[in-house]
């Protein structure tokens, strides 16, 4: 069995990753762990012992498909695991569905995404559209972890700035010419501000230096910032 993780939501990948390994290591299969350099060589190695002892075996695979997935050796290696003794390969890549739908059927891939919700309110993060934005806001915080909508705001502006300096570098076509129109709404000057803010939160937070919560002092900034 093959089950691919994928998706950008790292935290809930990463978490079930760890949930799968605690699985299969309280079943009583023996848990192996590497990457693309050295796979052929643990599964190789454990094929011996494994005919010997009789174990299960279970692999944990970081970073295969994004290394590999552009030549034959993704597919080479899926075939060699295939043919092997071994029972279970669990692979995490923090690739896109549609990347690890070229590879694998969907009963193998687990996808950990982004509500639809949240890239809506990222994409309308603006001066223009201020109301809507405080409305999405509201709206979106109401069923996603606000620390996430803080991490990926900020992540948001800081690609702003560098669409705005002409500074992104290997970011797909699609998606640097539509940071570049969001970026167009915005003087750098602003953009520089509200990293400077968004600073000034996560310190406050952090340090308990706030009687507000993370969504309240989000809240005045961008209803003061925008």
Known sequence: MIKLICGEDETSAYNFYSELKNKFLAKG???FQGDSDNFFDIIAKVEYSSTLFGQKN????????????????????????KKSSADYLVIIDLVDEKTALKFLDSKNVVNFSYPDTLWSLLDNFSPA?????????????KNTAIELIFFMLARRTRELILAKEDQL????????NKLKKQAQDWSLAKLNAFIDHFHTIDLRVKTSATPYSLKDLLEIVFYFGL
């Open 129 to 141: 559209k201020k109301e809507f934005f405080l409305q999405k806001f509201n709206e979106v915080s």
């Open 169 to 176: 570098q290997a970011t797909p076509f699609w998606l640097k």
């Open 29 to 31: 299969y023996r848990v």
């Open 58 to 81: 279970a692999f944990f695979f970081q970073g295969l498909l994004k290394k590999l997935g552009k030549n034959k050796d993704f597919l080479r290696l899926l075939e060699f695991f």
